[in-house]
């Protein structure tokens, strides 16, 4: 069985703050260990040119947002972990997702649409200001998602209209192109992780100003967290922990022990004083071995750089295989391989004669070739065990389930034969597509004749 396959993506523009690491980075981190699922974590960072056009900005926050993610303990050997722009199945999977997009459905994408009731309330032309980019975000995420065939992806309320769009895409992608190229995600949507207060008690965000970067120097994040806004009450008084954002703040971070004792020292009258000083303390424990670590990755951007582009390796693994098929599936194909299937009076055997076979070798496992009669060999398999698994890989082949990449023939993302040297990927790719034709030319004849 395949493991549950879980995918976030992080926008890298700006600075993370403590609301980014409680809210998403830290219970992230700790789902990423679960042993029952395979985790993808990736850097859109063609997701930030539609809001930023600073190039050094733009840099700049990925490798801080890189380097924060492996700092706070992200494994990359045993998750997925690479930056979006390394992989270009994926915009070439927003074109092919683009064109079975409904124009409307985008109209009522959320961020466009606030973006438009913007520009009305304003009176000028409702889409002043407005970039496709922005308008096309949804299937840009799709294609991240859908990319990687993820089953749940964990995101905020304002992000759950996005996964329905992804889902709805790769639905109709499945539906027109006639097969389950695609698993469809659902939006896993956490109500118990906290959204942490700000520094004026509002939620911790940007748009507010009112946040605590996650890498400040020590002192600059003891003179914030001091000047966490409170109510005047005097030392001595007994103070009510669940009306404070201080409290909910150190709750966030402190054992259940910790917060314990931190409400009995509210009914007992602690200063605000010492308890921001307990928070910055409790906070600064926390981070204070990851900081050192960020501060090594930071002055070592080539061993940030080298992770990323291994990981783009590992995940174009996944990515190549799957656009071979889809680009297939649409019919950007090789024009020999159309011409097989033109019309019904083009016989496959006037163009290629392909042809699949199994044999058992001497060391008893079982092979299949693909040959074609003018050319050869075209494709060796890896020995299976069995013939009967053998027999099954190649029947999934004559239906058109094999992806090729590099020379290479996939099922499920597992390569299965190879072509041998010198045979050119072309070739490799009209003789499968012939193969195909061929088989399901057979099947027409015999159901018409049955
Ligand atoms: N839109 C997400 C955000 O702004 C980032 C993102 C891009 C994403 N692609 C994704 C999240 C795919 C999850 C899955 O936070």
């Known amino acids: 069985m395949s493991k549950r396959r879980v995918l976030t993506g992080i926008k890298p523009t700006g600075s993370p703050h403590l609301g980014n690491y409680v809210g998403a980075i830290k219970p992230a981190i700790a789902a990423s260990r679960d042993a029952n699922a395979d985790s993808y974590f ?3 960072d063609y997701h930030a040119l539609i809001s930023c056009q600073d190039p050094i900005r733009v840099q700049r926050s990925t490798l801080e947002i890189a380097a924060t993610w492996l700092a706070l303990g992200l494994d990359p050997e045993r998750v997925m972990f690479y930056r979006q722009s390394d992989i270009p199945e994926i915009p070439e999977l927003t074109w092919l997702l683009t064109c079975i997009t409904s124009k409307g459905q985008l109209n009522r994408a959320h961020a466009y649409k606030a973006a438009v009731d913007a520009n009305t309330a304003e009176g000028v032309d409702i889409d002043a200001g407005i970039s496709a980019g922005l308008y096309m975000y ?9 990319m990687f065939n993820a089953h749940a992806v964990p995101v905020g309320r304002d992000q759950v209209q996005h996964i329905e769009i992804a889902r709805d895409l790769g639905q109709r992608f499945n539906h027109v192109y006639g097969s389950d190229f695609f698993t469809l995600p659902e939006a896993q949507v956490d109500e118990t992780t906290a959204t942490l207060a700000g520094l004026d008690g509002r939620k911790m ?3 507010y ?3 605590i970067p996650l890498w400040d120097e020590p002192v600059t994040m003891r003179r914030l967290v001091m000047s966490i806004v409170t109510n005047s009450q005097a030392p001595g008084d007994a103070k009510n922990p669940d009306e404070s954002h201080l409290f909910s703040i150190y709750q966030a971070f402190a054992t259940a022990a910790e917060t314990a004792a931190m409400r009995n020292a509210y009914q007992d009258g602690i200063s605000w004083g010492e308890v921001k000083l307990a928070l910055f303390e409790r906070i600064d424990r926390e981070l204070a071995p990851a900081r050192e670590r960020y501060r090594h990755f930071m002055t070592n951007p080539q061993q940030v750089e080298t992770l ?3 990981g783009a390796e590992r995940a174009r693994a996944q990515s190549r295989p799957l656009i071979v098929r889809l680009r297939e599936a649409v019919g950007l194909r090789s024009v020999a391989a159309t011409a097989v299937v033109a019309t019904e009076s083009t016989r496959t055997s006037d163009v290629l004669q392909p042809e699949l076979k199994q044999y058992r070798e001497r060391d ?3 092979y299949f070739k693909l040959t074609e009669k003018s050319v050869g060999v075209l494709a060796q398999s890896i020995g299976f065990a069995n013939g009967q698994d053998a027999g099954a890989t190649i029947a999934r082949i004559k239906l058109g389930e094999a992806a090729i990449a590099n020379d290479e023939l996939f099922l499920d993302e597992v390569m299965i034969a190879r072509a041998p040297a010198g045979i050119a990927s ?6 499968l597509a ?9 099947r027409a004849k015999k159901s018409a004749q049955a």
């Open 138 to 146: 949804p299937v840009l995420m799709a294609a991240d998602i859908l």
């Open 434 to 442: 012939a193969l195909v034709a061929q088989e399901a030319e057979a």
């Open 209 to 211: 100003d009112n946040t």
């Open 42 to 44: 990736f850097l859109a």
């Open 308 to 310: 990323l582009l291994r």
């Open 426 to 431: 072309a070739d490799v790719s009209a003789g």
């Open 205 to 207: 965000s940007k748009s």
């Open 364 to 366: 008893g496992r079982y």
